[in-house]
């Protein structure tokens, strides 16, 4: 039901967004002349690597730079760039990779290979399912670059406040996931675009609901501000990155 799911919805998903697509394209094919599309290596479910298509957000060859995580005052990012990850337009072009199979609506964000490297036996259990578009990471942590912008070295920040948070929903899904939650999660998702702080409560009744533990109930709620702490299946803080 869930593949058949993604196959149906993608498709009326791409036949919406394509002329909205073609515009976007253009304005980032004007800016700089280059491909509006960034084909990203992406790790699969069960290790298996795949080419995600974005819509393009910054400058030519930028994935050369060895920077892998994004913050709000990251230079690499293009004007257009600016409004795409504002109202998180790169999403619609991944419409295609749920509708190959690659992907699935719902399911733990995507990771390089680099970043899955690092990940302890614990946290490779995200591996079990599809990555997707959307999760409760995804609404938690959608202000992610805003997270990153005051520091200096971003892919470290990432590992030391957010992965350790990301991986924990991340495996509460695999180990809690169904249709239905899938459709509340695509639900709360469009809410967010709207109304972040309307769409975490909601998120955090749907944890409640489905018996989360607490520091994820509270995690869902961003009242505190975040801290390093250790990933999943780990005592120790990521210190090199």
Known sequence: MKRFFDICFSLIGLIIASPFLLIVSFFIWFEDKGSPFFMADRVGSRGKLFKMIKLRSMVLN???SGVESTSASDKR???????IRKFKLDELSQLWNVFKGDMSFVGPRPNVVSETNLY?????????????ITDYASIVFSDEANILKDFTNPDLAYNQIIRPWKSR????????????IDIILIFITLISLFSRKFS???????LTALNAPKE???????????????PPGSDEIVTQR
């Open 216 to 230: 994820l109930i509270e995690i869902s709620l961003r009242k505190f501000e975040l801290h390093p702490f250790p």
């Open 77 to 83: 990012i293009t004007k257009t760039g600016k409004y």
């Open 120 to 132: 302890t036996n614990i946290e490779k259990k995200l591996l079990k399912v599809k990555p997707g």
């Open 62 to 64: 930028a994935n050369k």
């Open 169 to 180: 929903l991340g495996l509460f899904y695999v180990n809690n996931n169904n249709l239905l």
């Open 200 to 206: 975490l409560k909601l998120l955090s009744k749907l």
